[in-house]
Antibody
């Protein structure tokens, strides 16, 4: 059974950087592309980007270069780094396995609040 | 980006009802669409991808149809566990985009 677990700091100040980790269990991290998706009241569900174990990645242009993704095969983890945070980045951040653009499975999500 | 819309945004229904949710894409996405169900406090779960392919374990009362720009999700005989929010998502081209959701209330 594939399981994903997000972790992160919770509260971050405006203009700072947030790093989130998704830990993958029950499947090889080489089996999927891996995405980050966030959910906020103002924007709904928004796909942020994906990464593959080969290093291939794709990002949503809406993030204007603020996002970078990385993957650690030895730890079976992948990570998100989002810079220059503003209150509009507040939301629940999910990690998800991705195949042909379909997101399954999903983690339970981690909340990021951007506030001073 | 491909814009996704859904209707209705919310609906009240009863156990046993037949419910149809509509999703529309701003561009032709052929049949590259997925439907997700989300319950309060949980992440979305995949129901159907590239209609009408039902995910393993999803009850047969769920079905999907459509192609091009217009799609529907139908629930035949609503059950108590079906009261949730439903999202469509185009899987055709990045950036992958979601509809705003349809909340189904008792």
């Amino acid at each position: 059974q594939v399981q994903l677990q997000e972790s992160g700091p919770g509260l971050v100040k405006p203009s700072e950087t947030v790093s989130l980790i998704c830990s993958v269990s029950g499947v090889s991290i080489t089996s999927y592309y891996w995405s980050w998706i966030r959910q906020s009241p103002g924007k709904g569900l928004e796909w942020l980007g994906y990464i593959y174990h080969s290093g291939l990645s794709s990002y949503n242009p809406s993030l204007q270069g603020r996002l970078s993704l990385s993957l650690d095969k030895s730890r079976s983890q992948f990570s998100l780094r989002l810079t220059s945070l503003s209150p509009s980045d507040t939301g629940i951040y999910y990690c998800a396995g991705t195949r042909t653009g379909v997101f399954d499975p999903w983690g339970q999500g981690t909340t990021v609040i951007v506030s001073s | 980006d491909i814009q996704m819309t859904q209707s209705p945004s919310s609906v009240s229904a009863s156990v046993g009802d037949r419910l149809t949710i509509t999703c529309r894409a701003s561009h032709n996405i052929n049949n590259w669409l997925a439907w997700y169900q989300q319950k309060p406090g949980k992440g979305p779960e995949l129901l159907i991808s590239s209609a009408p392919s039902l995910q393993r374990g999803v009850p047969s009362r769920f079905s999907a149809s459509g192609s091009g720009t217009d799609f529907t999700l139908t629930i035949n005989g609503l059950q108590p566990e079906d009261f949730a929010t439903y999202y469509c998502q185009q899987t055709d081209i990045a950036p992958f985009t979601f509809g705003p959701g349809t909340r189904v209330d008792l």
